[in-house]
């Protein structure tokens, strides 16, 4: 999940203001405009239309959230793990009742398909934040022991403290999750920002997650919301409050991000951008593979960081494959977010269009568009499921990412060339195989430089294990009993006995 931070789009039209939905930050138990009152406009990418208006979040912004998490956290910090647990079984449960509303949320902010994002992401969402849950109860240092003579060592797992949290706009909800329960299951206290494209479904939470501290009688400050623009971003990760800077962004945000949290040696966690490979072998079914690629690659309009985009088939089988691809991305349906048999709806903004169209535009001479390679209708940001075949390692559209829906094909001759073209790129999140040889599998998932290799599929996550990447694709894991310890620092206590 790697898109930049977009620009937001100027009002399309004249209308009301009154016709505008009004966003506004979390901070403290209270929805509160920006102190300035600057707001952002909120657009609607299946018509690219103003909807909303949220709160475009300055210094002062930032201090009031801040303060809000920091006296939260000495009460949260000390609470039980029983009630960590209680308060996150008490969102899920209150996600999976509101799943409609949530989902009307999501999908007005991001154009996606309705039944998808309610059959896709509330179950996820809410399997993860119960796994969190559980987690909360499990967070135990090493054994005691004596190291030195009359001496016996303790090691202790304490949460960081507050933490700054920025969250991307291609999964919005489920990228908050990801952000904040793992931390409120450690003890930490959470600012949240996010994209300032897509905040309403954040907004949400922060009013179901706000009651619940309430009704539990809990520090309101443990969660805090506030919306704006990259330079909120900053001055968020810059803030002297903040034990810990987390985002999932681009590179260029996650290099920004670790630049200022140097400045006062924060922790960072980074979640950046992917370029997955997807390594096909002669002996695969190729009518398999191309149906889980092509799901992999078109999903969510192709804007997830470890999105099947980039296939390397061996030349064998080539032709055949490519010909079989691009059927499938002609058979493959975008469109609004009501629209029945469809896989993904638009892009999320204007300059993510042009960013896709652009690359198709830049294509070397060598390179075929097999399939697709235009935008769909001239209202909205739809964008059409994209084969391009004939290209050579070093090709811009190999090595860089589009985040969108454009499925690469290259051949290779050989394990050993595939490896190679496999790893030849600057990102290292995720990546699969496709064989029915297991030895070569095994031996390919030793080889390849991800921090995920799927075999004969691609792309399904579970809670139990990790996300993360290596190189430019940053550090840090989510989900996962890692994703957990990641919010938590490490004490040694030694006693004299």
């Known amino acids: 999940m790697a898109p930049e931070s977009a620009t937001p789009q100027a009002q399309t039209e004249e209308r009301p203001v009154s016709d505008l939905r009004t966003l506004r930050n979390y901070i403290n138990g209270e929805f509160v405009d920006a102190a300035d009152g600057r707001t952002l406009d909120i657009v609607d990418p299946t018509t690219g239309e103003v909807y909303a208006t949220s709160p475009l979040s300055g210094a002062a912004d930032v ?47 991001t154009g996606k398909p309705r039944a998808l994002t309610l059959s896709e992401e509330i179950g996820p969402m809410v399997d993860q934040i119960r796994f969190f849950a559980g987690a909360a109860r499990l967070l135990e240092g090493k054994a005691a022991g004596e190291y030195m003579d009359g001496m016996t060592s303790i090691i202790r797992r304490e949460p960081v403290g507050v933490c700054a949290q920025v969250a991307p706009w291609n999964y919005p909800m489920m990228m908050a999750v990801w952000k904040f329960a793992p931390a409120i299951a450690a003890g930490n206290t959470v600012v949240l920002k996010p994209s300032d494209t897509t905040p309403a ?40 409050t903040p034990a810990m800077a987390s985002i999932t962004g681009s590179v260029r945000a996650g290099i920004q991000v670790a630049e200022s949290a140097s400045k006062d040696v924060k922790r960072v966690h980074l979640e950046l951008g992917g370029k997955a490979p997807v390594v096909v072998f002669e002996d695969a079914d190729i009518a398999e593979a191309v149906e889980g690629i092509s799901v992999a690659g078109y999903f969510n309009a192709g804007q997830d960081c470890t999105a099947a985009t980039r296939v390397l088939v061996h030349e064998s089988i080539h032709d055949a494959f490519v010909e079989a691809l691009a059927k499938a991305a002609a058979e493959t349906k975008t469109g609004g977010v009501d629209d029945e048999d469809v896989l993904y709806g638009p892009l999320n903004n204007a300059n993510q269009l042009k960013q896709v169209a652009g690359f198709i535009e830049r294509l070397p001479a060598h390179a075929k568009v097999e399939a697709g390679g235009h935008r769909v209708g001239d209202k909205g940001y739809f964008y059409a499921p994209t084969v391009v075949s004939g290209l050579n390692q070093d090709d811009e559209i190999i090595q860089n990412e589009v985040f969108g829906p454009v499925i690469t094909v290259q051949k290779f001759t050989d394990e050993d060339q595939a490896v190679e073209y496999a790893n030849g790129v600057e990102f290292a999140l995720a990546s699969s195989v496709w064989t029915k040889d297991h030895a070569r599998a095994m031996r390919m998932s030793r080889r390849l430089d991800f921090g995920c290799v799927w075999i004969n599929t ?38 004299a006995i």
Not at 69 to 96: G, H, M, N, Y
Request: include cysteine; glycine fraction near 8%.
């Open 458 to 495: 691609h792309i399904p996550l579970v809670a139990e294990m990790p996300h993360g990447g290596f190189k430019k694709s940053g550090y840090g894991k989510d989900l996962s009993s890692y994703g957990f310890e990641d919010y938590t620092r490490v004490k040694h206590v030694m006693t």
């Open 201 to 240: 479904s954040t907004v949400l939470l922060a009013e179901i997650i706000g009651g619940i501290l309430k009704d539990l009688e809990l520090p309101v400050g443990v969660f805090n919301v506030i919306c704006g623009d990259r330079e909120t971003g900053r001055l968020m990760v810059e803030h002297r």
């Open 63 to 109: 201090d009031a959230a801040m303060a809000s998490a920091a006296a939260a956290f000495p009460v949260w910090r000390d609470a039980t793990p029983s009630t960590r647990q209680k308060l996150l079984l008490k969102i899920a449960d209150a996600i999976e009742a509101r799943a409609d509303e949530i989902v009307d949320a999501e999908v007005r902010n």
